[in-house]
């Protein structure tokens, strides 16, 4: 159960005052609610301030300097109404102090409301940035006006929120004050220790000093207080990936015996030499099986560094140790794909290996159903089908899953319980920069491949505005008549009245017309049976060009096509034409890809353009993505269970992610149940970052 020292932060932003049913709509609009779900104050603690306005500055009119905010004493001289019904004149009134005069000037603000507020003969506080024109000082449209004895009442640091339209500054300032006011006595869930390595405020008082600060400087993003408040949320994130990993641990995994000899044959019958990076990963994965602990690795690699060899070392060793292994990937091309370049070696060394695939009928998948159930088969291959309750396992051991970007940290779990005790690794083709491995993957120990297999040369990378068309398809012709094989990439399957850009459909029927039967058409919206065709025939050297959408960005493996032409590139992410320019380059042959773009280019698809083309290292390019796109969907898909950070600038707070995976690991290694003191205010932290889904796990377990 929640704790009762939490019911504050829960408490409905209906029942505050100012909120009616026309705000409350707004608001929830505002932090994307549904309309069942309600908008709590915890919500609007979260929304941090986007700059801390100054009105400390208290000075005469002759020492305000222009452009600057103060808050001038001042006494009410004369009202100038505007002449006429003239829109473009201002209603000035004029004031002063013992320094100087100054205009106040308002814009369509009503007569009434203006002389009620500053009434002549009288003392007022204005509030405002100093102006100048025709030789005068003058506030436009002042922030605030109070009468002497309100002056209390005057934010002299007032926190500035980003907005919604219907949405005033005040009427959000003043709920979000009223929920900062009650805030409750939150018992600590941050270690001593780092408490004083840091001199961090609680977390009330960190919330406090961000919404009601004495000084701009308690607000500021690199404050004491909002360095606490992100370490807290980086701090529910990790603990939430260790309780994942806990949970995942916590059936003891099996001490695997195995002498290596299938690995050495294996590596004996490999056609190249394996590079350093692979025999690290192979070495790691298999000290990792003949631990107690259960595996959960995360193997990620650029395009073409040689994963599945090292997938396949691991299923022999499995293996022999006399259990299963299921390779799961995310579609039945590349699970066709990986059968197909693993039988060969699996028959080799007297591995039994299988495929499960959609395309089966009933009567082809029953004698693999019965072998999978009898041990017969080692190895089994397939897509997501191979978790469906059909599928039963004789002893599954090591459960593999390919393109693990596809997946979320929940799925992860489930997928990892197909068998009892078996251990899990997981591919990824879509390099991860350092800064959210610990983000997404904190439950699961990694292993790294930076370089190719030897024999890989780099893809000569070019770019060129789409008026060279012309060129370019003379330039085809004549590498399509010596052989090779080419993708065409469109970044849209039809036409559309919204964009001008050229169409996957339209180049297919212009390339036709010149290339004729020796071009197809792929994308997602053809059925499987038929993409999957057209795939094998392009594979086997019957289509020599390829129009494509993304649908070919990841996985697909043609060794022969040496040339990748992207159209509209400044269309398509950094990463993404990472990986596209990967399915050429897959063997010896000299290989090109051809980034054709629309002028004039925006700065940040010049800037894409330009790093790709000189840059080969995926996991630079990924950190440069991260740099140009900001954190949010750099992985392809939003992880499950992992929802966007609210409170955490990752370029301010990065330093901060490190300690909290160290802590998270340590409150999980000492208390994995969450029962003592320390362990309890922890779930506190967890319902605050609206991480239900852990303690749940907990419970489970």
Known sequence: MRPDYLTPLFRSVRSFKGVGAQIEALLKKFFALNEEEELIALD?????????????????????QIGEIVTLKLHIDEHIEPIGKDSKTPYKILAHDNSSPISLVFFHYPKNWLKRSLPIGQIRYVSGRIGYFNNEKQITHPDYIVAERDLISLPLVEPIYPLTSGLSAKVLRKIIVQ????????????????????????FSEAMKQIHLPDSPSQAEINSKARMRLAY????????????IRSNLMRERGIER????????????ALPFTLTRGQEKAIEEILHDLRKKDKMARLLQGDVGSGKTIIAL???????????QSALMAPTEILAKQHYKSLKPLCDKVGLNIALLSGKQTKAERKPILAEIKNGKVNIIIGTHALFQTEVEFNNLGLSIIDEQHRFGVYQRLALSKKGKMADLLVMSATPIPRSLVLTHFGDMDISILREKPVGRREIKTAALPISKYEPVIERLKRQINEGAQAFWVCPLIEESEYLDLVSAQNRFIALKKIFGKQVALVHGKIR???????????????????????VIEVGVNVPNASIMIIEHAERFGLSQLHQLRGRVGRSTKESACLLLYKPPLGDIARARIDIICKSQDGFEIAEKDLQLRGQGDIL???QSGMPGYRLVIPDIHQSLLQYAHIDAKQLIREDGFL???RGKTARACLYIFRKEQAIKLIKAG
């Open 257 to 268: 015996k195995f002498s290596g000899k299938i690995i050495t044959k294996l590596k004996n």
């Open 675 to 677: 029962n003592s003191e």
């Open 44 to 64: 609007l603690l979260m929304h941090m301030p986007s700059q801390i306005i100054d009105r400390r500055r208290q000075v005469s009119v002759l020492e305000a």
């Open 528 to 550: 499987s049976e038929e993409k999957q065709q057209i795939m094998e025939d392009f594979l086997a050297g019957k289509i020599k060009i390829l129009v494509a959408t993304t």
């Open 313 to 323: 070392m691991a299923m022999a060793a499995i293996a022999e140790s006399g259990a």
């Open 636 to 638: 392809g898909t939003r």
């Open 179 to 202: 929920a900062a006011n009650n805030l409750p006595q939150i018992p600590d869930w941050i270690d001593e220790k780092r408490l004083s390595q840091f001199g961090w405020p609680s």
């Open 232 to 243: 807290d949320e980086y701090f529910a994130s990790q603990l939430t990936m260790q309780i």
